[in-house]
């Protein structure tokens, strides 16, 4: 094949692609030799394309200009008007735990589904994502395949081996240099200029061998291969994998929070929690109030006036056929307090995930809840939303007792939240709940029975974003 370029044109651009190839090469070496290709990623926006677990049947685009497009907008209503489609295809079944006091769901379809269409629960055996068995599978060399934890540790592995490459190189730099300025014989080390005293040792350790600590410094490139090789020769045969995989039981579940349930329940319906001891019918939504208002703080043992009342509800939530005949322990059911930790919480959820947002529990920094755009899968979440509950009806500044009952934190309480938010370069948010009068005063009588609806617009939000003021930042 010749080349039918100008002589002048075509060496010019193959010296620019040399001069282009030579440079990459030296930025490589620079770097610690050149990087290893990084395995793909899975495509998240193809696996999380459904926010929520529900399947919506949207409208044709209206188009002004074309005329069409009002005829399909109206055979798509007379079409949905007659044969209404279905956007609960599947209901996800989960029983309650008192001792974790959780949402457990067993079910692997439901527990992906869950996962993939909004970013619900956590996995019990994993950070977040439910991985265990991808993870066990591939410890036993059954899967080749990596999860998202193993993924990140394999590059925090990579980046401490290339700071303590940099730190050796520029160490060798230092002693090379010392050699030519005489203050350093040949055989010797800067190690022994600190034990005479004539080098301190911040002097002889750079930045990055303090930063890369006491991590072996056996190559990185020596160790892989050693562990890959290692791995393929424990891998076993296509019949002992089919084995194995066939022992290996997925103990793993998904472990929703009260709030998350509660809204999948009440809001979505796409969630039943079924009462594992009393049969296996599905718990009403007025019925799970109670319960997560029971279970909504930890203590230090199980007591019996927990244990009692969970009795009572179970007592309370009978078939309509025997609601005629009211059970003793009724009666022992007690009023769900205004400022329940479960109410405000799921308050503060329900705005969030009302709005669009991804809701997930903030205990890792010391606050309520981290909220995200997509998920977690896309981006690191930029608000985290502490909950302050707010006493301003005149009710509670009435009589000394109410004014007691309030629950307050104080100003060192709010430095150190503020201050790790700073450090994980988050924007804090406060979010006051104003609390209503008591609402729940009887409990006898069918006066179980909480509507929700009533219930939440007593309630309201107020958003306070703050943020550190700097006087060498803010000055405009």
């Not at 244990?307 to 009211?326: I, T």
């Not at 994980?424 to 005063?441: F, G, I, N, R, S």
Request: with cysteine; aromatic share 10%; glycine share 6%.
């Amino acid at each position: 094949m010749c080349d039918l370029r100008h002589p002048v044109q075509a060496s010019r651009q193959d010296i620019q692609a040399k001069d282009s190839a030579a440079s990459q090469n030296v930025d490589n070496t620079s770097k610690g030799g050149p990087r290893k290709p990084r395995q793909m990623r899975p495509n998240y926006n193809e696996i999380h394309a459904k926010p929520l677990p529900l399947d919506v049947y949207p409208l044709p685009t209206f188009i002004p200009h074309n005329p069409i497009s009002i005829v399909r907008i109206a055979v798509n209503l007379l079409s949905h008007s007659l044969w209404s489609p279905n956007s609960h295809k599947v209901i996800h079944k989960a029983y309650f735990s008192p001792e974790t006091q959780s949402i457990h769901i067993t079910d692997p379809q439901s527990i992906r589904a869950l996962w993939e269409q909004g970013f619900w629960g956590k996995g019990s055996l994993s950070r977040s994502e439910p991985q265990w068995l991808i993870a066990e599978k591939r410890r036993r060399g059954i899967e080749a395949s990596k999860t998202s934890a193993e993924v990140t540790l394999s590059r925090r592995e990579v980046r401490n081996q290339f700071k303590l490459e940099r730190a050796r190189a520029q160490r060798e730099e230092i002693e090379q240099q010392l050699r030519q300025e005489g203050k350093l014989a040949p055989d010797e080390t800067i190690g022994k200029l600190v034990e005479d005293g004539q080098l301190s040792e911040s002097d002889e350790e750079t930045p990055s061998s303090r930063e890369a600590g006491n991590i072996d410094t056996t190559k990185g490139d020596v160790t892989v291969s050693e562990v890959n090789g290692t791995t393929a020769n424990e891998t076993p045969s296509q019949g002992a994998k089919l084995g194995l995989e066939a022992e290996i039981e997925d103990m793993e579940h998904l472990q929703l929070t009260l709030e998350e349930a509660f809204f999948l329940t009440y809001v979505l319906g796409v969630l039943e929690v079924v009462n594992g001891t009393k049969g296996s019918y599905p718990l009403p939504a007025w019925f799970l109030v109670r319960l997560y208002s029971a279970h909504s703080t930890f203590s230090e043992s199980p007591s019996q006036l927990a244990q009692q009342m969970g009795l009572s509800l179970h007592s309370a939530h009978q078939p309509q056929h025997l609601l005629h005949q009211l059970d003793p322990a009724v009666s022992y059911i007690p009023s769900i307090a205004p400022d329940n930790d479960f109410l405000l919480r799921y308050v503060v959820f329900h705005h969030f995930r009302s709005l669009g947002w991804v809701v997930r529990p903030g205990i890792k920094f010391g606050i309520d809840y981290l909220i995200y755009i997509r998920g977690p899968a896309f981006h690191h979440a930029e608000f985290a939303i502490t909950i302050v509950p707010s006493y301003s009806h005149p009710y509670w500044s009435e009589t000394p007792e109410r004014l007691a009952e309030k629950k307050k934190n104080d100003w060192w309480w709010f430095h150190r939240v503020h201050r790790v938010q700073t450090q994980a370069l988050k924007t804090l948010v406060l979010v006051y709940v104003e609390v209503p009068p008591p609402w729940d005063k009887e409990s006898m009588g069918g006066g179980f029975k909480v509507d929700i609806g009533t219930v939440l617009k007593r309630y309201t939000l107020r958003e306070f974003v703050f943020k550190r003021w700097s006087p060498s930042r803010n000055r405009d």
